[in-house]
C-alpha cells in the first residue's frame, strides 16, 4: 500500500508565498511523475504542475514564472514553491503520483488534499 501525506497548506495574503510537501511511503519499486493539482469549489479539478523522474517540468499558464515544483527523490518528496499567490489560487491542492509496483504495474495515487486560501 502506498501513502501520499500532504502538508504546507494555509492562509496567506495576496502577494504571498506558500510552500507545499506531499511525502510517499510504502512499498513500491519507484515513482514516475509527481503532479499537483487543485480545485476550487464550483470547478473541475485542474493539473497545476508537473515533473517527471527525470526532472522534466511542467506548468498551467496560470501559474507559470509563480509556482515551481521540484522532488527529492531520497526522501520520495515532491514540492510545490508557490509565490506571488493571488486570490483565484484558492483551492484545495492535491499531490498524484504515479508508482511502479512491485509488481511491475503503474498505479496512481491521490493525496488528501491541503487546503490554499489566498485573501485580498
Known amino acids: 500500500q502506498v501513502q501520499l501525506v500532504e502538508s504546507g497548506g494555509g492562509l496567506v495574503q495576496t502577494g504571498g508565498s506558500l510552500r507545499l510537501s506531499c511525502a510517499v511511503s510504502g512499498s513500491f519499486r519507484s515513482i514516475a511523475e509527481m503532479d499537483w493539482y487543485r480545485q476550487a469549489p464550483g470547478k473541475q479539478r485542474e493539473l497545476v504542475a508537473r515533473i517527471a523522474s527525470g526532472g522534466r517540468t511542467n506548468y498551467a499558464d496560470s501559474v507559470k514564472a509563480r509556482f515551481t515544483i521540484s522532488r527529492d527523490n531520497a526522501k520520495n518528496t515532491v514540492y510545490l514553491q508557490m509565490n506571488n499567490l493571488k486570490v483565484e489560487d484558492t483551492a484545495k491542492y492535491y499531490c498524484?503520483?504515479?508508482?511502479?509496483?512491485?509488481?511491475?504495474?503503474?498505479?496512481?495515487?491521490w493525496g488528501q488534499g491541503t487546503q490554499v486560501t489566498v485573501s485580498s
Open positions: 498524484n503520483v504515479g508508482v511502479l509496483s512491485n509488481t511491475m504495474d503503474i498505479l496512481t495515487y
